[in-house]
């Protein structure tokens, strides 16, 4: 999956500087920032009512649209994907790699260590973690 996301960024790169008229992603980018980042919401939305009707095959079709967008912003704010594994890995080696850091700061439990995959998720001490902005 890595390669594909790879793949498509290069080729979000190659196409920014296309003729709008004839590049959906030079268009994109030429309306601004503002622009990109309302369309990865509608997509987002859209994802979220076909998963809500159920709709499997739509959910397909509107998450390529969704990944798109994203990469498009990315593109913009010149993110790469590698930055966004980086964050990944940094994440998993704090809370396991299907939990998500907490919008609000939170104390670490002085309990036994949770474990996800076999492997114990730890702190060194009651630290506040906080959300890298």
């Given at each position: 999956m890595t390669d594909s996301i790879e793949r498509l960024y290069r080729a979000v790169l190659?196409?920014?500087?296309?003729?709008?008229?004839?590049?959906?992603?030079?268009?994109?980018?030429q309306q601004g920032t503002a622009k990109m980042a309302k369309k990865l919401a509608e997509e987002a939305?859209?994802?979220?009512?076909?998963?809500?009707?159920?709709?499997?095959?739509?959910?397909?079709?509107?998450s390529a649209d969704l990944i798109y967008n994203l990469t498009?912003?990315?593109?913009?704010?010149?993110?790469?994907?590698?930055?966004?594994?980086?964050?990944?890995?940094?994440r998993e080696l704090m809370l396991g790699i299907a939990e998500k850091l907490p919008k609000t700061p939170v104390k670490l439990a002085k309990t036994a260590p949770a474990r996800v995959s076999g492997r114990p998720i730890v702190a060194a001490d009651s630290r506040v973690i906080r959300k890298r902005h």
């Open positions: 190659a196409a920014r500087d296309l003729d709008p008229s004839r590049s959906r992603t030079a268009k994109l980018m939305i859209e994802v979220s009512i076909d998963a809500v009707s159920g709709d499997a095959q739509a959910v397909v079709r509107e498009v912003l990315w593109a913009d704010l010149d993110v790469r994907p590698e930055d966004i594994w980086r964050e990944m890995a940094r």
